[in-house]
């Protein structure tokens, strides 16, 4: 295959994975986000090394072939970056949540502790 079909195939599943990606932070599937995050890593070191071959094999042309499909994908990714920033700012207000829960059920536990009444013997020390 010619470095512009790898590309294109490279470029295809890497909107794959980012599609998936998106599904995963949605339904907050960390793991899932992970492993394509691993897939997607191993993807770019195979693109890298096929743009290199592209350029190699067009020397001196100023083409941009994909041009429409790195917009998909940055928009794609953009869009991921937002989702996972919702996702983490809805766990940080579940934490302050809990916190607060917490240190009501403390304060309350608190309150049903009686302290002990004073003997003789620390009433005169």
């Not at 994975?17 to 949605?26: K, V």
């Not at 890593?41 to 941009?64: D, H, I, M, P, Y």
């Not at 970056?81 to 309350?108: C, T």
Request: net charge positive; aromatic share 8%; charged share 25%.
């Amino acid at each position: 295959m010619s470095a512009r079909q790898d590309l294109a195939v490279l470029l295809e599943q890497w909107l794959q994975f980012t599609r998936e990606e998106g599904a995963a932070i949605q339904s907050a599937a960390w793991s899932t986000v992970r492993e394509i995050q691993t897939r997607k890593a191993a993807l770019k070191k195979s693109f890298a090394e096929t743009e290199l071959r592209w350029v190699r094999e067009n020397t001196g042309l100023v083409q941009k072939p994909f041009r429409a499909e790195v917009g998909r994908l940055i928009s794609l990714e953009t869009r991921n970056a937002e989702l996972l920033a919702a996702q983490l700012r809805r766990a940080r207000a579940q934490q302050a949540s809990l916190d607060h829960a917490r240190k009501n059920l403390g304060k309350i536990a608190r309150s049903y502790i009686c302290a002990p009444l004073p003997t003789a013997w620390q009433s005169y020390s």
